[in-house]
């Protein structure tokens, strides 16, 4: 896989089989910013007068929700525990390819690179504030003893990997989540909606990233 350049300048992966883009082609750090930095993390933070946080991440892919959390988080003295699962981690040399460092603090890229292969076997302490794990699993393996505050939902759409997306896929990765916890994705469907609902969740439809009317917030009651 190469990366290619999306229209906000930043770059992403186009993954051939499956036949998408990593993020949005409208811009990915746009969307990354936006999805889940402002209507996930940003939003609980407000909510919750919180300065820690935990976060759960489906597909983790090239770190860049992570990377520009982190970075978020270092600026505003903010704890943050953050776990991304990636059935399919990418190779270290691809990763430090994304160019990614320009949206962020040098410290952060670069202590990223260091720990990324180590990250995928156990917690590793980024800096005093931050500790990353990226489990080496498939999301219906994943099992954790820690509830998070977050979760940061972004799996290849439905029509590409819809087995992502099914009742037992979401009941199975917001069992991790804590009451009043946000989930949040860039997409919104019927069936997401219901889905969560089922659930037990509030849900809300959130102003979408560049290139999409809408996106899905819910909350665990
Ligand atoms: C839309 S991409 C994620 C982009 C990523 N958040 C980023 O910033 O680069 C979807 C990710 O889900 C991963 N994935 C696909 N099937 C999976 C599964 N069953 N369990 C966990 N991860 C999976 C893919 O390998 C890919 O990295």
């Known amino acids: 896989m190469e990366f290619v350049k999306t229209a906000d300048g930043s770059k992403t992966l186009f993954h051939e089989q499956i036949g998408e883009h990593y993020h949005s082609k409208h811009g990915a750090q746009q969307e990354s910013i936006h999805v889940f930095l402002n209507t996930g993390l940003r939003y609980w933070l407000e909510k919750n007068v919180a300065k820690n946080a935990s976060i759960l991440e489906i597909g983790f892919g090239t770190g860049l929700n992570f990377l520009l959390t982190a970075d978020y988080c270092a600026k505003n003295l ?112 019927g069936n997401l909606k219901r889905a969560m609902k089922a659930l037990g969740f509030s849900i809300e439809k959130a102003p979408g990233a560049p290139g999409k009317r809408e996106m899905l917030r819910a909350t665990k009651l």
Not at 152 to 178: C, G, N, R, S
């Open 78 to 189: 903010i704890g943050l525990n953050y776990v991304g699962i990636e059935a399919f981690p990418l190779s270290n040399e691809l990763v430090s390819q994304s160019e990614y460092n320009q949206y962020i603090s040098e410290d952060i890229w670069k202590d990223f690179l260091l720990n990324y292969t180590e990250a995928l076997n156990s917690k590793i302490k980024l800096t005093d504030n931050i500790h990353l794990e990226i489990a080496h699993q498939k999301v219906m393996e994943f099992n954790s003893l820690e509830q998070f505050d977050v979760i940061y939902f972004d799996a290849f759409a439905e029509i590409h990997q819809p087995e992502m997306w099914t009742p037992e896929t979401l009941a199975h990765v917001t069992q991790f989540l804590k009451p009043n916890g946000v989930f949040v994705t860039y997409a919104i469907t």
